[in-house]
């Protein structure tokens, strides 16, 4: 009976198998279909955050990029800075160099002129030294020339007062005048002290006198 009832209902699954199999398999295609269209449209959102993200990190990586092109001329600039710098020290240090050198010759040179100066201070003191010598010397010359005619001067008075004394027959204590004196000398002129001192005949047995300290004759 069992068996029966299983052929029948096979012979009436058959022929509604000719319809509902298609039904049952645009079913189960439109669900397979709607789950694909979800799982793409999952892809799709997923690749669309992934370009986001992507797109985000190109900015960020843009942004990077930019910074670092931004340091890079930064330190390529602080690099010309310091290469400027090196040669501008290097240049002010041969400039020092070079006037060290020239202050070490100016002073060598200053040292040499002073050195000059005062052997030429040297040499002018011993030549004013031995100039004030030859004018004392000279001095001393033309004073004791001046006082050797002086006293030659007077034993030329002295000896015209004698003679006047024996022509006129004087004593020793008689004193001339100076007409008579004058007398006896050359062309009748009375002498003088080449010195500018004067004279005073005195009496016949003393000695003429001269004013000049240093002009008399030997006693």
């Known amino acids: 009976m069992f068996s ?7 012979t009436w699954l058959r022929p509604a198998a000719v319809w509902v199999l298609p039904i049952l398999l645009a079913a189960g295609c439109g669900k397979q279909t709607a789950e694909l269209a979800a799982q793409k449209e999952k892809e799709i959102e997923s690749l669309r955050a992934e370009l986001e993200k992507a797109k985000a990190g190109n900015a960020a990586a843009e942004t990077e ?22 040669e501008d020290k290097k240049q002010l240090s041969q400039q020092a160099q070079s006037a060290q050198a020239q202050v070490e010759q100016a002073q060598a040179q200053t040292q040499a002129a002073q050195s000059q100066v005062q052997q030429a201070v040297q040499a002018l003191t011993a030549q004013q030294q031995a100039a004030a ?28 007062k004698q003679q ?15 007409a008579d004196v004058a007398a006896y000398l050359k062309d009748g002129a009375m002498l003088v002290c080449p010195a500018g001192g004067a004279y005073t005949l005195g009496a016949v047995g003393a000695n003429p006198v001269c004013t000049v300290q240093g002009h008399a004759l030997p006693q």
């Open 65 to 86: 990029l930019a910074r670092l092109r931004k340091d890079n001329q930064e330190l390529l600039s602080l690099r010309n800075k310091v290469r400027q710098l090196g």
């Open 4 to 10: 029966m009832k299983s052929r029948n209902l096979r």
């Open 133 to 160: 010598a030859a004018r004392a010397a000279a001095r001393q010359t033309s004073a004791e020339a001046l006082a050797n005619a002086c006293i030659n001067s007077l034993r030329i008075l002295d000896g015209a």
């Open 164 to 178: 006047w004394a024996l022509e006129k027959r004087k004593t020793a204590a008689d004193v001339p005048a100076v």
